[in-house]
């Protein structure tokens, strides 16, 4: 998506260790406008999917599930990180988190997937692809399929992104990173 | 805003100590086009008022906020319960949660609030205000001034709409919990 590439080059910034900060347009400060552009590339892209619901997960992924939402009229749901109190009867899976360097747990409610639901999965980076294996295997313990998986940012740097191909899974990016090597920010 | 008030009264639970459930189509699971409906009610209830930034909090308020961003095509900010490790410059605040029992920091990075922000606060919820109150301290800090405050529910029987209106804010509810005693839903 050349829009969002274009963006990227001019207001990303490249941190060390393979970190790319985005936060003024897309995970902090969000331009909603791009995300708007985001939304309606998602639906493009898996216009020949068939899926009834949207999930993400708290934070960065609720603004471009819900505007992919919105288009499609789906309703959207967001994986929490904290199990909340008023909620028991829920599906849990852990999270390694290679830029926190700690794992955590997320959850949905059992009433909001299940084995009616076909899922189209949006965030906002792939790169381990943990959170995303994370909410696949929400899935799979629910008894739901999943459709497919978007990401704004993919870094093929890492592993995440061949490992969900491999595994079958239609895997979308608006924008994939080579390299940050030297700081230096590379697209495909 | 009566197709909310409609679906609280359809869809929305009581619980045990003043809590109203409605993780079903606004906290957990979303009905983007109640949502949607809701961000425009936002833009008709703040017409009056001159603002060039949307700002929330992580993450129940991220979803109405980008769609009040989206209609207006100004940026959103969402403030963040942890300092993420790539933030070096940022306004801090402590928001104390009532239903969690126990306090919160929430942050912003300093290149996203300044002095020539004037900004629309929105949220899913006002109980006590602290979250609200928080927000409110981050955008003094910063230099910033606020044009308003913009919630989808508002419980009256706590004092956190009653503080901010003494204070001259202009607040905004789309509905209006006046009682939950004895689990049931009593709207205004």
Request: charged share 25%.
């Amino acid at each position: 998506m050349q829009e969002l590439k274009d963006r990227i080059m001019r207001d990303g910034r490249c941190l060390e260790g393979g970190i790319l900060k985005v936060d003024n347009f897309i995970n902090h400060q969000m331009d909603p406008m791009l995300m708007k552009a985001c939304a309606i590339e998602f639906v493009r892209l898996f216009a020949n999917e068939k899926f009834n619901k949207i999930v993400t997960i708290e934070a960065s992924g609720i603004a471009p599930a819900i505007l992919v939402g919105s288009l499609l009229n789906l309703p959207v749901v967001f994986a929490k990180k904290k199990v909340p109190s008023t909620m028991d009867n829920y599906l849990m899976t852990e999270v390694f988190s290679f830029t926190k360097r700690r794992s955590y747990e997320i959850v949905v409610d059992k009433r909001f997937l299940g084995p009616n639901d076909r899922v189209l999965f949006i965030d906002d980076f792939l790169a381990n692809g943990n959170a995303a294996k994370g909410v696949l295997d929400l899935v799979n313990k629910s008894g739901a399929s999943l459709a497919g998986m978007g990401f704004i940012i993919e870094k093929a740097f890492q592993q995440g992104g061949e490992e969900l191909r491999r595994q079958g899974i239609h895997v979308e990016s608006l924008a994939i990173v080579e390299s940050l090597d030297n700081c230096e920010i590379k697209l495909r």
